[in-house]
């Protein structure tokens, strides 16, 4: 079982940058793939981006592709998801995720965070 708590959030004008970690707890981090997902209010979670257990695989939502980089440090037991270019559409709550295959569904993962909001202003 993994625990994980993420945090980095806030409010952030349009065209900054913010910088997600989330940390698991627990000695068996590197099995795990890792996933960010977004949510607003009255529409479902969605995928924003996977990193395989290594971290040699990647995969990113098309409207974050080249804006957000996702990495893992598995020494720190922690994932971390570099926001840059955000935009007004990138506000919402951002959730970190972990499984032993993960992927882009968020039925693929079994472990979830409690969420960080994000809020990018105009």
């Known amino acids: 079982q993994v625990q994980l708590v993420e945090s980095g959030g806030g409010l952030v004008q349009a065209g900054g940058s913010l910088r997600l970690s989330c940390a698991a707890s627990?000695?068996?981090?590197?099995?795990?793939?890792m996933g960010w997902f977004r949510q607003t209010p009255g529409k479902e979670r969605e995928f924003v981006s996977y990193?395989?257990?290594?971290?040699?695989?990647?995969t990113y939502a098309d409207s974050v592709k080249g804006r957000f980089t996702i990495s893992r440090d598995n020494g720190k037991n922690t994932v971390y998801l570099q926001m840059n270019r955000l935009k007004t559409e990138d506000t919402a709550v951002y959730y970190c995720?972990?499984?032993?295959?993960?992927?882009?569904?968020?039925?693929?993962?079994?472990?979830w965070g409690q969420g960080t909001q994000v809020t990018v202003s105009s």
């Open positions: 995720a972990a499984d032993f295959f993960g992927g882009t569904i968020v039925n693929l993962y079994e472990y």
């Open positions: 627990g000695r068996t981090f590197s099995t795990y793939a």
């Open positions: 990193i395989s257990r290594s971290g040699s695989s990647t």
